[in-house]
């Protein structure tokens, strides 16, 4: 495993006890180095593309996160749009997932942000805005691979944990099941792309990608 990917693991794990113990002070110091670290770990791999511009909104959003209040939760959700906006961008370039992927994901959606309207006010059509964003993330990484694929339903299952919250309905641990799933989806995207060839290759072949 990379430097990173070690300090990374490291950070995560700090962060998610620091939740457990609602350590707020610490939770400022581990958040905020995630996705940095694993645009690091891609920079090693490849060139700047959409998924580090991705992480580099999601670092922004997790910042955001941190402080209470509703306009900090709107300003984070908007910085999170933007990373899943980015996601998207790079995934739809490397593959189409079929059709009923597109649909199982649609009827999440559907079914979640009816579930949830009711409860949540005034964030209903930030909320459903956002989460359309987030599930077309999730669909579009099943055409990239596995990892990736696996990063964005987590990543789905993290917002809708914090959809949940928002709507007031916590489960036991919320806050540790929102750390945990968020990170692993992090780190599943981030090494799952770095993993693939850049576009160019993809569509021109090693040898013709190669400057003279």
């Known amino acids: 495993m990379s430097l990173p990917l070690r300090l990374f693991a490291a950070a995560a794990t700090v962060e998610i006890v620091a939740v457990a113990a609602d350590w707020t002070a610490v939770q400022w110091v581990a958040k905020p180095l995630l996705a940095p670290l694993l645009i690091w770990h891609l920079l090693r791999h490849r060139r700047p593309d959409p998924?580090?511009?991705?992480?580099?909104?999601?670092?922004?959003?997790?910042?955001?996160?941190?402080?209470?209040?509703?306009?900090a939760f709107l300003t984070g959700m908007l910085f999170f749009l933007g990373a899943q906006v980015s996601f998207i961008v790079a995934f739809v370039r490397r593959g189409r997932p079929r059709w009923w992927v597109f649909a199982g994901y649609g009827l999440l959606w559907a079914v979640a942000n009816a579930a949830l309207w009711e409860r949540l006010g005034a964030l209903r059509v930030p909320v459903l805005l956002y989460s359309l964003a987030l599930t077309s993330m999730a669909a579009a990484a099943a055409g990239v691979s596995r990892r990736v694929a696996a990063g964005g339903a987590l990543f789905l299952i993290s917002d809708l944990l914090i959809g949940l919250g928002a709507a007031g309905m916590r489960p036991p641990a919320h806050g540790v099941l929102v750390m945990t799933t968020y990170a692993a989806a992090l780190f599943l995207i981030a090494t799952g792309w770095a993993g693939q060839r850049p576009a160019v290759e993809a569509h021109l072949g090693p040898a013709r990608s190669v400057k003279a």
């Open 51 to 71: 998924v580090v511009v991705g992480l580099a909104f999601a670092t922004a959003g997790d910042i955001a996160l941190l402080v209470p209040g509703e306009p």
